[in-house]
């Protein structure tokens, strides 16, 4: 079977077939909601969070997989039989096992044995296989070594975020954006704001402003560890910490290749306890349970919201619910597990809830 595959005629016919599988899946599926968060009105600010927890495989991630897998497949690098390899840190990992299963190809992902237990179960429910390392700077080798043993394709992240995406619109998380504001009282935000994992998103979403003039600025929030904000800084992308992110999904230990930082306008570095804490304190408030990675875009949110307030600038601001609290109800939602980690959010909540009292931000 595998030889008749292999015929040029054969390989083009199963390539044409999975190109319609993943098409067809995203033919079946409608976008996800925009969120209307209401703030006191008297701020004149509209807050809105595009929620991408409703995404086949659950979070923001399945926009990438979905792009990684056509590149793949349009570049000869993915064929019948090919095992599909992945370095991630948990949710990419989810998503490209949702598309690996579909195309009933073999999928390993590669990370570190803290990620969560839940986006593991995920993974395997997939039909994935886990490959586990020590530290956040030996997923890279790791699986391009899986890849080659294998004679597999790795599906590299990291590398190809920022190409496998048309920044121009066909569908991309940009386009939708402004595509659902456009009824709204400001249909052009002031301010959208992302996180940085591979940097993918924020380059797909600066290019897109800048292609269609829009006059939205784009904020890019970072956790501690990260390499990503004090190479931003320092204008440096060579820069490294070495160090693991506490916060699942983005941040990064290097500046990875597809992050573009002269599409980004402001970037802000956010505690990894005020993380934790902006996540709860959605869930409260606006009855939204999200991972840590939402409470990351949330803190730089508050921020943004406060300064607009203070310059008595009306506007909107988007950001994005990136997944579910659910994937996360042993770790981040866990007090116990929270407080052997030296994790702290009260602090963090009592600077929201001040925030919310004033309209004056003091985290």
């Known amino acids: 079977m595998r030889s008749e595959l292999n015929h040029p005629i054969a390989a083009r016919q199963w390539t044409d077939e999975a190109i319609r599988r993943i098409e067809a899946d995203n033919n079946r599926s409608a976008d996800t909601h925009l969120h209307a968060v209401e703030l006191p009105e008297h701020w004149g600010v509209e807050l809105y969070l595009k929620d991408e927890s409703t995404h086949r495989s659950g979070s923001l991630k399945h926009r990438l997989a979905r792009s990684l897998f056509l590149f793949g497949l349009v570049n000869g690098w993915i064929t019948a039989g090919t095992t599909i390899v992945e370095a991630s840190s948990g949710s990419t990992a989810v998503s490209e096992a949702y598309f690996a299963h579909l195309l009933g190809l073999d999928f390993i992902a590669v990370m570190t044995d803290s990620t969560s237990s839940e986006k593991i179960a995920l993974i395997e429910q997939y039909g994935g296989t886990c490959h586990y390392v020590r530290s956040p700077t030996e997923v890279y080798a790791a699986a391009q070594q899986l890849a080659a043993s294998t004679g597999g394709h790795y599906l590299d992240q990291f590398t ?12 991309n998380i940009a386009e939708s954006i402004f595509e659902q504001l456009r009824l709204e009282p400001h249909p052009v935000p ?25 006059q939205s600025r784009l904020a890019v929030v970072d956790p501690e560890n990260s390499a990503f904000y004090p190479a931003w800084r320092r204008g440096d992308t060579t820069y490294e910490t070495g160090l693991a992110s506490r916060i699942e999904g983005i941040g990064r230990p290097r500046v990875e290749p597809s992050f573009i930082p002269s599409v980004i306008d402001e970037m802000l570095q956010v505690p990894d306890a005020a993380s934790i804490a902006a996540m709860r304190h959605l869930n409260r408030f606006a009855g939204l349970h999200a991972g840590p990675s939402t409470g990351t875009n ?40 929270l407080a052997e980690r030296g994790l702290d959010p009260p602090p963090y909540e009592a600077a929201i809830e001040d925030f919310f009292a004033t309209g004056r931000f003091s985290g």
Not at 160 to 171: F, H, L, P, S, V
Not at 199 to 213: D, V
Not at 304 to 319: D, K
Request: glycine share 16%.
């Open 160 to 171: 190809y975020a920022e190409r496998a995406t048309d920044w121009r619109g066909n569908n």
């Open 190 to 214: 002031a301010w959208i704001v992302v996180g940085a994992g591979t940097g993918g998103t924020s380059a797909t979403i600066g290019r897109y402003i800048r292609y269609n003039r829009h």
């Open 298 to 337: 949330l803190w730089g949110v508050w921020q943004l919201v406060s300064r607009m307030v203070a310059n008595g600038e009306r506007g909107s601001i988007v950001s994005l619910l990136c997944d579910g609290g659910e994937r996360y109800a042993g770790s981040y939602y866990d007090d116990g597990w």
